[in-house]
């Protein structure tokens, strides 16, 4: 079966000791967030996921709609936070740090 893959939505993980991995030629993904667990997601049928490296990750498929909602699965698994930065995010995504707390 030989799809060609239309659609590409790129996701970068940021954070010490953050990975993911694919496996099953890309119908697992399996993250580490600094869980006490790895997190694993079950790609969708019509969804591949890769890692070109730890951490980065490519979704890709012909279905806008699923590959978008794909990937808005992965980043809910920890979102980028305001404070230091770290999390999963888009590659064009710009996160807007915010200052230290005031009292």
Request: glycine share 8%; aromatic share 10%.
């Amino acid at each position: 079966m030989s799809v060609e893959a239309k659609i590409f939505r790129f996701l970068k993980i940021v954070g010490v000791g953050f990975k993911a991995r694919t496996e099953a030629q890309g119908r697992q993904l399996f993250l580490k967030l600094g869980y006490s667990h790895e997190v694993q997601l079950d790609v969708p049928p019509a969804v591949r996921a890769f890692c070109f490296k730890p951490n980065v990750i490519c979704c890709t498929g012909i279905d806008k709609q699923r590959v978008h909602q794909f990937a808005a699965t992965v980043r809910s698994c920890k979102p980028p936070e305001v404070y230091k930065g770290k999390g999963i995010m888009y590659i064009d995504e710009v996160v807007k740090k915010q200052g230290k707390k005031s009292k």
